[in-house]
């Protein structure tokens, strides 16, 4: 029997943050089968908190989890078990060292939820480590199922669940975007309305030029959105605008910083008092760099800021709230018969929505690996979520058709490799598949050195990458995509079409798989593709941050105009 004065005293100690202490003291007691499922909870929590934490104190930690939720399967402490197993083990996915074991008790932990849902199928703690962990494992279907239980539960803050839940269905094709605009409508309920001050009473004309604020949680350095506000932020006329960032990242980004009148780091700032903020500094045009992207603050947009407010970049979709007034786009994204689909008026930029102010890396011409090689090697590094179903089944007929081949992925975020790998070994194509650690490319050159050793690149469906398609065409790679149904489906048709390489936009599944195919029918053609597009893409719509940013800003004064 445990003495009852040393448990007090360790509880004391973690509620103090003695961490290291808690290690010490509780040493002797934790190796006793019939140690209470909270104290092994509280170890384990002390192994990751504290100061000078080594990988077999993470290792323990998870252990000691395992224990806590085989303990006590059925109740809290069990479940406050399994919550910082799964948490752990999410954490160490990025961890080049425990990766491995991470991926091991990765399937470990839904083993584990997937059998404790008869006990606590609607806890909403249970819930929201199951949409997490969901995520990681690439069960959208799942997730989407924990997410709606969520929604209907009692939780007090739903706009973060809210969020994923719309962001989420644009990675499969069971919504309509119909289906899009009316959930995101419906759904707006969920963020909560702030105080603000009504625009009638600040004083507007005080202002010497028209401001803008852009708000963002994502303008850090190297962080891909940065290089597509580079050159909005660069080409203005400071005689006639003044730009504010409000920014939520953990860290700046100082060539943009140095462009800008004022740049707020507002991390740990609440909504409401960014909200003061943004009114005492009478921004006229408050633009939205976020929308239900993960972490975002989307929900100051929800209220009425400014005079204008506008959704771009970020989120390719619908944000379903009535004080956003207007989401830019292009003539290729958006149709004229699906405005009603999108709850803001579409602002159709000349030639492209966004732009790409390309790499400080010297550009040398690559001939495609296969000439060497002799056979073909596609890619994507997209991150995996986007890999639906259906993109696997027609990137598994190619390789099916295409013995003499390879596919190359490695993924943004962190999740599950083995779960993406079984998608393709129902295919019979696994031994094809080649996924690279995401930590090892890291540095942003070693990242495009990879597609020197691409021939093609698969774009997904019907989420389509955008950055990488910039990247790829950057460094001379054809990329293949498919044009979808919506924006956010479309965005791959855009920069192709600005790329005036229209011959690799597929119509439907087959001519996507036509469209690969005949590339490789003669490696000759296919390096001459490569040479012309390293040659001639910097000179195409994509890259043309000046033109872009007077098209942007045009646009930005005609709204301007139109209310005063």
């Not at 919550?83 to 990025?94: K, R, V």
């Not at 959208?140 to 994923?164: F, G, P, Y």
Request: net charge positive.
């Amino acid at each position: 029997m445990i003495d009852s004065s040393a448990l007090d005293n360790i509880r004391t100690l973690f509620l103090n943050k003695n961490y290291e202490k808690v290690i010490t003291t509780s040493k002797p007691l934790i190796n006793d089968e019939n140690t209470d499922s909270w104290l092994l909870n509280i170890v384990g929590l002390s192994k990751n908190f504290q100061k000078k934490k080594e990988d077999k104190d993470i290792l323990s930690s998870l252990n000691l989890f395992e224990r806590a939720f085989l303990k006590e399967k059925e109740t809290l402490n069990g479940l406050e078990g399994l919550s910082n197993l799964i948490a752990t083990t999410l954490i160490q996915l990025n961890n080049e060292n425990l990766r491995e074991e991470a991926s091991r008790y990765l399937k470990i932990c839904e083993k584990y939820y997937l059998s404790s849902e008869k006990h606590f199928g609607n806890n909403e703690k249970f819930l929201i480590i199951g949409s997490n962990l969901f995520f990681s494992l690439l069960d959208m279907d799942k997730e989407i199922k924990i997410l709606k239980k969520l929604l209907r539960s009692k939780l007090k803050n739903k706009d973060l669940v809210t969020s994923r839940y719309l962001f989420i269905q644009n990675y499969i094709n069971s919504w309509s975007q119909e289906d899009h605009y009316i959930n995101a409508k419906k759904l707006s309920i969920f963020f909560s309305k702030l105080e603000v001050s009504n625009l009638n009473e600040i004083n507007f004309d005080q202002n010497k030029k028209i401001k803008i604020g852009f708000v963002s949680k994502d303008l850090y350095e190297n962080h891909p959105l940065s290089y597509f506000v580079s050159n909005i932020f660069k080409y203005f006329d400071k005689n006639l605008f003044e730009l504010n960032v409000y920014s939520f990242a953990s860290k700046n980004n100082l060539d943009l910083k140095k462009n800008v009148s004022k740049w707020y780091d507002l991390i740990n700032t609440n909504n409401q008092e960014v909200v003061k903020i943004i009114q005492s500094d009478k921004i006229q045009i408050l633009i939205d760099l976020m929308g239900h992207t993960a972490g975002n603050r989307i929900g100051l947009f929800n209220s009425r800021i400014s005079p204008i407010q506008i959704s771009w970049l970020a989120y390719c979709n619908t944000l379903g709230f009535k004080n956003v007034d207007y989401l830019i786009a292009d003539k290729n994204l958006i149709f004229k018969n699906e405005e009603k689909h999108y709850s803001e008026k579409i602002l159709r930029l000349k030639n492209i929505w966004n732009v790409h102010s390309g790499f400080n890396y010297k550009r040398n011409f690559k001939i495609s690996p296969c000439i060497n090689n002799k056979i073909v090697c596609f890619g994507s590094f997209n991150n995996f979520k986007k890999i639906s179903d259906e993109t696997v089944e027609v990137w598994s007929k190619i390789l099916k058709l295409k013995k003499n081949s390879k596919l190359i992925l490695k993924s943004t975020l962190e999740v599950s490799n083995h779960k993406l790998l079984n998608k393709f070994k129902d295919y019979g194509v696994d031994g094809q598949i080649e996924i690279l650690n995401r930590s090892k490319y890291k540095d942003l050159n070693h990242h495009l050195d990879l597609y020197e050793k691409i021939d093609i690149a698969l774009d997904t469906f019907p989420y389509n990458g955008v950055t990488t398609t910039f990247e790829a065409l950057w460094k001379g790679v054809p990329v293949v995509t498919m044009s979808g149904y919506n924006f956010n489906s479309r965005c791959g048709s855009s920069i192709l079409k600005n790329s005036n390489l229209d011959n690799l936009i597929a119509l439907d599944k087959k001519d996507y798989i036509n469209k690969v195919l005949i590339l490789t029918d003669n490696f000759d053609n296919l390096n001459k593709l490569r040479r012309k597009i390293f040659d001639e893409i910097l000179t195409k719509p994509l890259f043309d941050g000046y033109s872009f940013a007077e098209d942007f800003y045009d646009h930005i004064l005609k709204v301007y105009k139109n209310l005063y």
